[in-house]
């Protein structure tokens, strides 16, 4: 469905993108995550070809970045969502049926689904310029859900919604899923993304840090311990539990499911180990976010968590 | 590219550009034939010849297709600018251009309808200007049709310098720029004008150049000829017609075909820029 191999997109000198890769399979729900200047708008307008890259290559329903045609079966809800505020709500869809070149039989279909999708339909001749941005916000969503696309591209679908609106947004987005969409899903919300998203990637100064389904990237955070008196076959025989990473006296075991800690520190015992500290992962999905992006920034590895884990512990 | 002409005339139209355009040409055509009529009336209580009165009828309907060029940049600097500018600048663009759809279609769709807004109020306000004229003095110019086409070409190449710079300037700059444009091809077809009258060469080449670079200047010569009645081209050709030729305001002979043909070609050109650097650019 989407495939980016080692992307690079710069402005200037600013590097916005720096070998991002990333695959994405046909029915998911993947979550974007990454402070701010991540490169997470940027990797959105390389899929919808608002952008080209400056190097690398990628591939979007199956079509090469930017292919035209494709764009006919993907919706997209810009960051900067603004609608032409002279027009009515019906009226913006209706000319979005036509710039996606919906056969004309199915575009009052396609309107009215899309109203009643966001939530819009009583609000549906009301001209966009008396809109809160909330609704706004809901109209862009629409136009992205118009036509059922193959695939659903939001960019912080959520930023100026309230509370309800986004409970709203997190169950029209699954929907759009079961209604079998690939969807990717752009924010810095961390528990928008935990909530809905099968899987998370993580980017930081334009490279994936971290990839896979949630409770492995959760799970990721492992445990660290301060151990004494550990020979390097006592440490060898941990690769067993997950990757090991030293660093002095440190060793952290990435990923590792928490109710194997006690085994952790059994095996470290039993081959002489002394063990004078255990700090189990926090286990969320915002501790995973903090560890990744607040340290120097790791290799890229995105199809390969724990080897880019391995790289953090080292660093 | 239809849809977004049609959007585009639509969007004009919600906007109340289109209604404001009409109310002031009433307006101002209201004045000029209040103007005119006082004018002839006043002149033949006084015994002014009939002839005399209509060479002044020509030079005020000149005076106020000059006034009315002037407005028309305007309207295409504030109408063309934001058409592609305003929409990447405010991010209605954005959500378009996601879509199956060229930029160069939405470009051209955009300047299609704003060519017909602008083009439509030119030849509103002009024929009804010179129907007033007539009915107001009795006299009319000799190609009204004529003055008016090329009322409407200066307006159109206006229109698309403003918009093809607004695909790749913020639309403030862009414009400025036309406005700008727009005074200098004016100042370089009098420095023309002046260079041939007093034989400056190398400065006559120079206006030259740049009247072919912007044709707008040109195409104002179309008006001013076709609202020019023969007789002062007689009595100017008679006189010193290239003394004559150095007044902004006067024409000895419309454009030659060449130039309305490479005005066309110009527009096409200006076009064919914008859209490919547009469809190169980052959004």
Redesign the interface.
């Given at each position: 469905m989407i495939e980016l191999d080692h992307v690079v997109k710069t402005?200037g000198r600013t590097t916005a993108l720096d070998g991002l890769s990333l695959t994405v399979g046909r029915g998911e729900l993947v979550g974007l995550l990454g402070p701010n200047g991540a490169g997470k708008t940027t990797a959105i307008?390389l899929l919808?070809?608002?952008?080209?890259p400056t190097r690398g290559s990628g591939r979007v329903l199956g079509a090469p970045l930017g292919d035209?045609?494709?764009?006919?079966r993907?919706g997209?809800?810009?960051e900067?969502?603004?609608?032409?505020p002279?027009?009515r709500a019906r009226e913006v869809l209706r000319?979005?049926t036509?710039?996606?070149?919906l056969a004309p039989a199915r575009r009052p279909g396609a309107v009215d689904d899309a109203l009643a999708w966001v939530g819009l339909a009583e609000r549906a001749d009301d001209p966009v310029s008396g809109f809160s941005k909330g609704m706004q916000q809901r109209l862009?969503l629409g136009?992205a859900l118009l036509g059922d696309p193959e695939l659903i591209l939001l960019d912080e679908p959520t930023s100026a919604l309230d509370p309800i609106g986004r409970t709203d947004v997190r169950a029209i987005v699954r929907s759009a899923r079961d209604r079998g969409a690939t969807v990717i899903l752009n924010s810095h919300l961390l528990s928008e993304v935990e909530q809905v998203c099968d899987r998370v990637v993580i980017l930081h100064q334009g490279r994936a840090v971290a990839s896979g389904p949630l409770e492995e990237i959760v799970a990721a955070g492992g445990v660290r311990l301060r151990v004494t008196d550990l020979d390097p076959a006592g440490r060898q025989a941990l690769a067993a539990f997950g990757a090991v990473g030293i660093d002095g006296e440190w060793v952290a075991i990435r990923p590792l499911d928490r109710a194997r800690i006690p085994d952790v520190v059994e095996a470290i015992v039993a081959a002489g180990g002394r063990v004078h500290a255990v700090e189990p992962g926090r286990g969320s999905l915002e501790a995973r976010f903090l560890e990744l992006v607040t340290g120097p920034p790791p290799p890229a590895a995105p199809t390969d968590p724990p080897a880019a884990l391995d790289a953090l512990d080292a660093s | 590219m239809i849809v977004i002409a049609r959007l585009t005339i639509r969007e004009l139209v919600r906007r109340r550009v289109v209604w404001v355009l009409a109310a002031l040409s009433i307006v101002s055509v209201a004045l000029v034939g209040w103007g005119l009529e006082r004018l002839v009336t006043l002149a033949r209580a006084d015994g002014v010849l009939e002839l005399e009165i209509r060479i002044g009828v020509s030079q005020v309907l000149i005076l106020v297709a000059f006034m009315f060029s002037f407005v028309l940049a305007m309207t295409a600097a504030f109408i063309g600018a934001p058409a592609i500018g305003g929409d990447l600048e405010s991010g209605v663009a954005l959500a378009i251009l996601a879509r199956p759809v060229r930029r160069a279609s939405v470009l051209v769709g955009r300047w299609l309808g704003c060519v017909c807004v602008v083009v439509a109020y030119t030849v509103m306000s002009g024929l009804l200007a010179i129907a007033v004229a007539i009915g107001v003095s009795g006299f009319g110019p000799p190609e009204p049709l004529l003055a008016v086409a090329f009322l409407a070409g200066q307006a159109v190449v206006l229109l698309t310098l403003t918009l093809a710079l607004g695909s790749v300037l913020p639309s403030i700059a862009a414009g400025a720029i036309a406005v700008v444009g727009f005074g200098l091809g004016w100042m370089a077809g009098v420095m023309a004008g002046v260079a041939a009258a007093f034989g400056v060469e190398l400065l006559g080449r120079v206006a030259e150049a740049s009247r072919w670079l912007l044709p707008s200047d040109g195409l104002w010569r179309g008006v001013i000829y076709g609202l020019e009645p023969p007789l002062v081209v007689l009595l100017a050709a008679g006189r010193a017609a290239r003394v004559a030729d150095a007044n902004p305001f006067y024409a000895s002979a419309p454009p030659p075909l060449v130039f309305v043909i490479w005005s066309v070609v110009w527009i096409g050109l200006v076009l064919g820029l914008a859209a490919w650097w547009f469809e190169r650019r980052d959004l």
């Open positions: 402005y307008k919808i070809g608002l952008t080209r035209r045609a494709a764009r006919a993907i997209y809800l810009p900067l969502f603004r609608y032409q002279w027009l000319l979005h036509e710039l996606a070149g862009g136009v | -």
